[in-house]
């Protein structure tokens, strides 16, 4: 039974391109599916054609700064969720980007755990947010391929160890597909491992 995700649409605005791949790797892990955009004078026809749920905004660039590109993405859609990311930050600035109805104002460097957080109530504000069966779903699939890595195991070895297809196995890590518990039992025993261990700390 494959999970149907609401497929997130997330833009990333940041003149720094490490900031960019980092933050992309990051959130499609998670699940979302991510842009970056390192020139913040596209953003409006980005926006336009885009169909984004959220979009993460740094405050300091070149040729426009945030606030100014938060003012032109408003006139385009004034629902969009915005994060405002600085490096730099000051009270007039998150005054000004609340003004604007940013979701939120974050340091940078931030801490992931703290910005996955932002993300669900984000998520949760706009109807977006996982239900508990879909984030248990991930749960799994990160501890199980975590478990397998841990012992250098492919996922070819797994399937041999388990008797459960290699296509079958990535749907589970990658939280497309939920295991039967005689599927979780079978990818225990190969990982030498107990089923409940596969729920991480759920």
């Known amino acids: 039974m494959a999970i149907e995700l609401p497929a997130v649409r997330i833009l990333i605005v940041d003149d720094d391109r490490a900031i960019c791949d980092y933050m992309q790797t990051l959130l499609e892990r998670d699940g979302y599916q991510v842009k970056t955009l390192g020139d ?20 300091m660039m070149p040729k ?11 006139k385009v859609d004034n629902d969009i969720a915005v994060v405002i990311f600085t490096g730099f930050p000051n009270l007039e600035s998150a005054v000004a980007s609340m003004k604007l ?9 931030f801490n992931v755990d703290e910005f996955r957080e932002v993300l669900a109530r984000v998520m949760r504000k706009k109807g977006l947010a996982r239900t508990p069966e879909e984030q ?22 797994m399937a041999r160890r388990t008797g459960l297809s290699v296509s079958l196995l990535s749907q589970i890590e990658r939280a497309e597909s939920s295991a ?16 409940q261990d596969l729920f991480g700390h759920y």
């Open 136 to 157: 248990l779903h991930r749960v799994i699939g990160d501890t199980i391929r975590n478990l397998r890595k841990d012992k250098d195991l492919t996922l070819k070895q």
């Open 180 to 195: 039967s518990i005689s599927s979780l039992y079978k990818i225990a025993v190969a990982l030498e491992s107990r089923i």
């Open 40 to 59: 913040p004078t596209t953003v409006e026809d980005e926006v336009r054609a885009g169909g984004y749920h959220l979009i993460i905004l740094d405050l």
């Open 101 to 109: 109805d940013a979701v939120d104002y974050i340091k940078k460097p």
């Open 64 to 74: 426009l700064d945030g606030i100014e590109v938060l003012k032109r993405i408003r």
